[in-house]
Structure formats: structure tokens, C-alpha cells
């Protein structure tokens, strides 16, 4: 088992950024595959940006469209925790957060292919919220 712990969010205008982290516990060997998800209300959960650890230090990353050039996932592997940059908010970038960890993934290619019901753990969510 493993269990992810968010920080961050909140509110902001639009244009603002905000910066969140999520700490991996337990069983992290099964966070290889790790990154970030959004659910606005009424809408189905989508993918925002997800990391793939190479190695003990390196990871590569993928983006949802709708986030490309703003928003920036960093991790570190060693301890066991990602980061989300959430820049030049627009209010349709406003939800609730998760976290996403699963260790099933061979590839990263496997990793971003991979939709919301694909994963196996979960964080609590934490909501940012942007006003124009």
C-alpha cells in the first residue's frame, strides 16, 4: 500500500500561479508512475501531468494539452515526492487536484496513456479555485 499526502492549492486570480507537492508513503515502490489529475465539477477526471522515474534520480514527464507551456511536474525520487507549478491560471483551470501514484506501468509510455480508472492510489484532493 501507499499513501499520497497533497499540500498546496488554493485560491488565486487569474494569471497567478500556484505550486503544490505530494509526499509518497508505505510502499513506494509502487509510485512509479506518479503525477497529477483535475475533476471540475460535473466533469470526469482528467489527466494534468505525469512523471515516469528512470533510474534512482531521473524521470521523464508528459502534459495534458490544455496544460502545456504553463503548468510544470517535477519530482524527486528520492524522496518520494512530485510537484505541480501551476502557472498563468485561467478560472477554467479551477478543481479539485489528486495525486495519482501506481507501480503497474513497464513504460512511460504505458504510464501516459494511462486514464484516471487506470490508477491505483489516490490522494485526498485539494482544490484551487481562480477567479477572473
Known sequence: QVQLKESGGGS???????????????????NKCMGWFRQAPGKERERVALTY???????????A???????????DNAKHTVYLQLRSLKPEDGATYYCAADGGYGSSGECFRGTFR??????????VTVSS
Open 118 to 127: 487506470d490508477f491505483g492510489y489516490w490522494g485526498q484532493g485539494t482544490q
Open 12 to 30: 488565486v486570480q487569474a494569471g497567478g500561479s500556484l505550486t503544490m507537492s505530494c509526499v509518497a508513503s508505505g510502499s513506494t515502490n509502487t
Open 53 to 63: 522515474a528512470v533510474g534512482k534520480s531521473m524521470y521523464s514527464a508528459d502534459y
Open 65 to 75: 494539452d490544455s496544460v502545456k507551456g504553463r503548468f510544470i511536474v517535477s519530482r
